[in-house]
Structures are given as C-alpha cells and as structure tokens.
Nanobody
C-alpha cells in the first residue's frame, strides 16, 4: 500500500520560512518523479514544484521561482520543499504526489497523493 505523508506545515509570518517533508512508503521511491501541489480555499489544486527521479531536473511554478526549492533524498524515501520569503498568497494546503512517468504540472499526471499539510502565512 502506497503512502505519502506530508509534514512541516504550520503558521508563519510573511517573509518567514518553512520546510515541508513528504515521506513515502510502499513504492520504489527512486523510480518516481515527485511533485508538490497546493490548494487554497475555494480554488483548484495547482502545481508548485516537481523533481525528477534522479533529482537531475526540477520545475517550478512561476510565482515560487527563487523562493521555493524542491529536493529529495532517495535513501530516506523523502521529498522536501523549502519555502522562503513566504507571502500570504502562499497560504494553502500543500500536497505531495508521485508520478511514474515524466514529472509534469498537471494533477492527472500523478498516481499517488498524500493527505496534505496546511500552511498559513499571516501578513
């Protein structure tokens, strides 16, 4: 049974930082591209960042480029999202996801999802 468990969310002031983690089990982690998505209240789930299985390639949504960094540790079956210079508009529930194919920006390209961790950025 595949499980993706996110952690590290919370309440932070604007300009602050958080580091999200996603621990994977039940799959060959190093064979999967990994992505982070977020969903704000009343909005659709949107792409944030993705990383290839080897960590050789990354992709970011334009609004987080230069502020967020995705990384992975295949020995620990964990993917991370370092979020710096947080803004109130980053407030959302953040989800990690695993994809067997090439990493992409559409939710349909991902096979497995975590339950999410909430991030609230106060102004």
């Amino acid at each position: 049974q595949v499980q993706l468990v996110e952690s590290g969310g919370g309440l932070v002031q604007a300009g602050g930082s958080l580091r999200l983690s996603c621990a994977a089990s039940g799959l060959t982690f190093s064979s999967y591209a990994m992505g982070w998505f977020r969903q704000a209240p009343g909005k659709e789930r949107e792409f944030v960042a993705a990383i290839s299985w080897s960590a050789g390639r990354t992709n970011y949504e334009d609004s987080v480029k230069g502020r967020f960094t995705i990384s992975r540790d295949n020995a620990k079956n964990t993917v991370y999202l370092q979020m710096n210079s947080l803004k109130p508009e980053d407030t959302a529930v953040y989800y990690c996801a695993a994809a067997t194919g090439l990493f992409g920006i559409a939710t349909i390209e991902y096979d497995y999802w975590g339950q999410g961790t909430p991030v609230t950025v106060s102004s």
